[in-house]
């Protein structure tokens, strides 16, 4: 009988209102406990792809830091969690700092000041660059920067959600050439409209320019300058006062896998964690 009873009471306290009510409390804690760490403090991914091999395998968690002090200390060689503007994550290798120069080269690597990257799979750089990486508060004249520096200079714009539209004129030396010549080149196989050359980026302009070059029979070579106006008053704007820290990093494979050669400067605010493990 007193061990029925005892079951009853025991039964009794788990359906208990007071019991629920604990439960409950514990939930409500633990949740927002959870999301203040994975949002502030660490972050654990599953790599679902061969992006970073071969320091990384494929299927392998990786463990971020988020805190400040993380982000801080930065140095290349340090795999780094991003956040694009559009929200999306992905990982990366850190290759270069603010106010490090890069040399971006056509036969396929990317020399910094401490190691040469070489990829296998054809280069989408075209002709050798050397960029140099914009610090909080450095003034980018646009009519000093080379044309790779330009296009990674307006995607920072548009993530500042400056309006803006291009003008872009084929010159040969010093002589300005008619815009109607881009309209008998190619890219690809696929003929130029002039209405879309303005929005192109260097490496495209770089082709139309070399065939525009071939069509007169230039000994010089024909170049397209850019020139930026605000869309708000059509006024010419000149240069642009870097809001961040800008950094650049890579894909290892290369291959399908955007990295700072497509989307250019990576601000400090989006890069939201540290590789700590493994």
């Known amino acids: ?7 009853i009471k025991k039964l ?3 359906s208990s209102p007071w019991r629920l009510i604990v439960s409950v409390l514990m939930l409500l804690t633990i949740f927002p406990i959870t999301y203040v760490v994975r949002t502030y403090v660490f972050e654990s991914i599953l790599l679902k792809d061969s992006s970073l091999f071969s320091d990384t395998k494929k299927d392998e968690w990786l463990f971020f830091c988020k805190w400040k002090s993380c982000k801080e200390n930065l140095k290349p060689t340090d795999f780094v969690l991003v956040e694009l503007p559009n929200g999306k994550e992905i990982v990366r290798k850190l290759i270069a700092l603010p106010g490090d120069s890069l040399k971006l080269s056509s036969a396929g690597f990317i020399q910094s000041s ?16 050397i960029i140099v990486l914009p610090q909080k508060g450095d003034t980018l004249f646009f009519n000093k920067l080379n044309d790779i520096e330009t296009d990674y200079t307006l995607n920072l714009l548009r993530q500042e959600k400056i309006p803006f539209f291009v003008k872009a004129l084929p010159y040969s030396g010093k002589d300005s050439l008619p815009l109607a010549l881009a309209g008998n080149t190619k890219i690809g196989a696929r003929p130029v409209s002039t209405r879309e050359v303005q929005g192109l980026p260097w490496q495209e302009l770089h082709l139309i320019a070399n065939q525009i070059q071939m069509q ?3 000994t010089e070579p024909v170049e397209f300058k850019r020139q930026i106006f605000s869309a708000n008053d059509s006024a010419l704007i000149e240069y642009f006062i870097s809001p961040e820290d800008m950094y650049y990093v890579l894909c290892l494979q290369g291959k399908h896998c955007a990295d700072s050669r497509e989307l250019g400067y990576i601000p400090k605010s989006q890069i939201i964690g540290k590789l700590i493990y493994p």
Request: net charge positive; hydrophobic share 30%; charged share 50%.
């Open 216 to 218: 007169i029979h230039s």
């Open 114 to 129: 401490i190691a040469k990257h070489r990829f296998k799979e054809e280069t989408i750089i075209i002709e050798d660059r």
């Open 1 to 7: 009988m007193k061990k029925t009873e005892r079951k």
């Open 12 to 14: 009794l306290r788990r």
